[in-house]
């Protein structure tokens, strides 16, 4: 579902580039709520008042956008991976 959601908010934000209307994809790592509380907390773990303080301030940039920014990286290794090695990580 996370995968089709964002393959149709990509093709919107591609349909969207010539209008002046910005959409804003923010992919971030896990976010600690209270429907995660009793979960084992993972790497770059960030509360929900620290996604929302960053989504207002970068609200009207245009594309896509990693936080913590770091993840930015971690998806670049997992994309330039074989795939035989992602299928050993799992």
């Given at each position: 579902?996370k ?24 992919r ?9 509380k ?53």
């Amino acid at each position: 579902t996370k995968s089709a959601t964002d393959f149709w908010a990509r093709g919107l934000r591609s349909d969207l580039n010539s209008s002046r209307i910005n959409l804003l994809l923010l992919r971030c790592g896990m976010i600690q709520t209270k429907m995660s509380k009793h979960l084992k907390v993972a790497p770059f773990t960030v509360s929900a008042a620290e996604v929302a303080d960053f989504v207002i301030k970068n609200y009207q940039k245009h594309g896509v956008v990693y936080f913590p920014k770091i993840l930015r990286y971690v998806a670049i290794m997992i994309k330039l991976l074989p795939n035989f090695l992602l299928k050993k990580l799992r």
